[in-house]
């Protein structure tokens, strides 16, 4: 008797199902799994490279569907940076995703946790690091310790005010000039570095020698030959960082290189017997790199904390240009420019995503779309505590084909960065195209909170319609000048600037420079349309231009006034 159409559709639909559980792509990860495990959700891998060679060897037999990771919560600690190249990627058809069991934190760390911590005099309290440990952050449950300085960073003068600087002009030796009685016979005395604020970046050098019978200090070498507006000199607020001798103050810390002792003083009611200390021992987390003929498609990461990054301060220390570029040559605008390294950097890549996560605790900056990214996003993230940018797209080659383009910024939570590099922008932009900036949150920022644009002159370039809209900015200008809560520069055809709250534009005690104010439309910027922003509460005219024109952009129904929105200060 023939078999029912009913039954043998059904044996047919589960022999399809069983089939589907046994091809199965989904791999899972725990902190208490075992990577000699099947990866699956009963028995999971441990880690994150190992799970990354058993996706390598489904996309190696060709991707029929999408592959997901699912990582459970707990911290995931890295002993080197998690690349992904070809051999990783996703295809036009089927993803790669990492994702975070809903409701589970998951952090991907590139921090060591410090243990074994004894009790010295004075409250101060030891630990013993390797002699080779160089980190420049700590992190004591779950907060940023306080390198220690001088003046504190809570006195009610946290700056000094340098005598003099003088750089001699085959760039042989540096000498800043303090007051008298500032300068100590310090001991390791190379550790010690001095911070000096520009007017829209600063000067980071660590010390060779000093005399404290004179308060002359000479800068250890080798020196790059600043821009004059960021140029330590007379006048110049600064402070000295990093030496045993300025531990005076609870939540301060300090490295022996040589020794690798650690001492940090306690805050109130922290208890180092039980204390989770972490120093960062990599400067990248992850880095995705494809090439520009094969790029890293359709790979993303979903509601993975990333926390604990390093950088490591050039030999010439830190000679900052603008957003935390800084001088690679001999002089400021020689040889090109370097940038600080992001903890999460893609180039060479497509149709790639970081979502719904985190970025905190940081030393260099935060996310970075470099050359050749293409319609790649950053979404829904909260990305605080940084040393510098948080977010930063625009790779160092202005080719038209290379340039980043069609990439998304939305959503996000950037606030706390600029912590160690003052320069720093909340959301930075370079040369792109098409680039969109949309509803992210960003304040409590020391310089700019976006910055749109990299060409001095209203000269063509490969950066065109940007778009950053329906943005709120404020509480940012706290430290540095002549910025704004929007900052452009460049002819930029296309470009709209619209429906953006900005206000609460400070002006710091420190700064030196030019006003600050809602939107700073810097040199060459032409082509924009302007429309629908409000803007109130600035430290000076809600809109500044600088060497371009009014009319090289169009204006439509912008609110601007002093304490608040006031449709009749609209400039139209």
């Not at 999460?344 to 605790?361: A, F, K």
Request: proline share 6%.
């Amino acid at each position: 008797m023939p078999e029912p159409v009913i039954y043998r559709n059904l044996w047919v639909a589960l022999f399809l199902c069983m089939a589907g559980a046994a091809m199965a792509k989904d791999f899972y990860i725990s902190p208490q799994g075992a990577d000699a495990d099947p990866g699956t959700k009963e028995q999971p891998f441990a880690t994150i490279p190992h799970a990354q060679g058993a996706v390598r060897e489904l996309i190696a037999g060709g991707l029929q569907e999408d592959v997901t990771i699912y990582l459970h919560g707990g911290v995931y600690g890295l002993t080197d940076t998690l690349a992904f190249g070809r051999a990783d990627s996703g295809d036009a058809s089927h993803s790669i995703t990492y994702a975070a069991i809903d409701g589970e934190k998951v952090i991907v760390s590139g921090g060591s946790v410090i243990t074994g911590w004894e009790k010295g005099p004075d409250d101060i309290w030891h630990a013993t690091v390797p002699p080779s440990s160089s980190f420049r952050q700590l992190f004591v449950n779950g907060h940023r310790a306080t390198r220690a300085r001088t003046p504190n960073a809570g006195d009610a003068q946290p700056c000094g005010q340098l005598q003099g600087a003088t750089l001699e002009k085959d760039r042989s030796k540096w000498t800043y000039q303090f007051a008298p009685g500032l300068l100590k016979d310090w001991k390791n005395i190379g550790d010690v570095e001095c911070v000096v604020f520009g007017n829209w970046e600063i000067t980071r050098k660590q010390l060779q020698t000093v005399d404290s019978s004179n308060g002359t200090a000479i800068m250890a070498p080798p020196h790059v030959s600043p821009h004059e507006a960021i140029a330590p000199g007379t006048g110049r607020y600064f402070y000295l960082e990093n030496a045993l001798e300025f531990i005076d103050t609870p939540g301060e810390w300090y490295l022996d290189r040589t020794s690798g002792v650690l001492s940090y003083r306690p805050l109130p009611g922290e208890k180092m017997a039980t204390a989770t200390v972490i120093a960062p021992h990599l400067q990248h987390l992850v880095d995705i790199k494809g090439t520009s003929a094969t790029p890293v498609r359709n790979l993303h990461f979903k509601g993975v904390s990333f926390e604990h990054s390093d950088w490591e301060l050039p030999p010439a220390g830190y000679c900052g240009v603008q957003a935390c570029h800084f001088a690679a040559g001999k002089t400021w605008n020689e040889s090109g420019w370097g940038m600080i390294d992001a903890a999460i950097r893609c180039e060479n890549s497509e149709n790639c995503s970081i979502e719904n996560g985190s970025l905190t605790h940081l030393g260099g900056c935060g996310i970075e779309l470099s050359n050749h990214c293409h319609h790649c996003s950053i979404r829904g993230n909260v990305i605080s505590d940084v040393s510098g940018n948080g977010i930063q797209i625009g790779g160092p080659d202005p080719s038209a084909d290379a340039v980043p383009s069609g990439c998304r910024v939305e959503n996000n939570h950037v606030h706390d960065c600029g912590l160690d590099y003052s320069g720093a922008v909340g959301i930075w932009v370079g040369i792109a195209e098409g680039t969109v900036i949309s509803h992210n949150l960003v304040h409590a920022l020391p310089y700019s909170g976006i910055s749109v644009g990299w060409q001095w002159n209203p000269e063509p370039t490969a950066c065109k319609n940007n778009t950053i809209e329906f943005n709120h900015i404020h509480d940012v200008m706290n430290r540095l000048g002549d910025g704004g809560g929007i900052y452009t520069l460049g002819f930029q055809p296309g470009t709209v600037i619209r429906s953006n709250l900005i206000h609460d534009i400070h002006r710091s005690q420190f700064a030196q420079a030019a006003p600050n104010n809602g939107m700073f439309i810097d040199e060459g910027s032409k082509g924009f349309l302007f429309e629908n922003n409000v803007i109130y509460k600035t430290s000076a005219e809600p809109i500044r231009f600088n060497q371009c024109q009014r009319d090289w952009h169009t204006w439509n129904g912008n609110i601007l006034g002093e304490e608040a929105p006031c449709p009749k200060a609209g400039l139209e």
